[in-house]
């Protein structure tokens, strides 16, 4: 069983989150979730889901989901000892991008990322933002530097979406790839 760290922010998207989760969960892993509060709202708003509704709906899937307090600088996700095979902060805002390329930790996502970064261990960062400014594409950059991956919010169109679904299963799969889990979430290229 592999352990992941599945941070959702305030930007729009929040459906990518619960998505992955369901994905690595149904696989049989260890999911830490962190939610921001404004991921909170934007969860509500955008989804059926309140985060005690997520937290039922999770557990029908056979792995371990354990939905951390933002503030909680005590948690083992806050730790380098703390070995997990990756983070992904989806969707993730502006302003959390900010704070991780800048080194800010004010809260528990934030302080993981930066483990994570410091750790040297796959942290990936999928912006859910258009358009783009100038510091926003710095941060971006600052964060490549670093060791993280940059995998914008952008669905493909070569696996010939017919439903949202079929968008929101690319975007997904593609995190998935990019932490070296095979999954079969959209037809590859070339298939």
């Given at each position: 069983m592999s352990k992941y760290i599945i941070g959702m922010t305030g930007a729009s998207g929040s459906i990518y989150g619960v998505r992955l989760i369901e994905e690595l969960l149904k696989?049989?892993?260890?999911?830490?979730i962190i939610i921001t509060d404004s991921g909170r709202k934007v969860l509500e708003?955008?989804?059926?889901?309140?985060?005690?509704?997520?937290?039922?709906?999770?557990?029908?899937?056979?792995?371990?989901?354990?939905?951390q307090d933002i503030d909680d600088l005590f948690a083992a996700t806050?730790?380098?000892?703390?070995?997990?095979?990756g983070m992904v902060v989806l969707?993730?805002?502006?302003?959390?991008?900010?704070?991780?390329?800048n080194g800010v930790s004010k809260n528990l996502l934030g302080r993981s990322a930066d483990v994570c970064l410091k750790e040297r261990r796959k942290l990936i960062i999928v912006p859910r933002e258009t358009p783009?400014?100038?510091?926003?594409?710095?941060?971006?950059v600052s964060l490549s530097e670093?060791?993280?991956?940059?995998?914008?919010?952008?669905?493909?169109?070569?696996?010939?979406?017919?439903?949202?679904?079929?968008?929101?299963?690319?975007?997904?799969?593609?995190?998935?790839?990019?932490?070296?889990?095979?999954?079969?979430?959209f037809d590859k290229w070339g298939k």
């Open positions: 696989m049989g892993n260890e999911v830490h708003y955008e989804t059926d889901y309140t985060v005690e509704l997520l937290k039922s709906h999770l557990e029908q899937f056979k792995g371990d989901n354990k939905i806050a730790s380098g000892s703390f070995r997990t095979d969707p993730c805002s502006m302003a959390t991008l900010g704070e991780i390329a783009l400014n100038t510091i926003h594409l710095k941060n971006m670093a060791g993280a991956l940059i995998l914008p919010a952008m669905p493909g169109f070569y696996h010939k979406p017919e439903t949202i679904d079929d968008m929101i299963n690319f975007i997904v799969g593609k995190v998935m790839d990019s932490l070296g889990i095979e999954n079969d979430l």
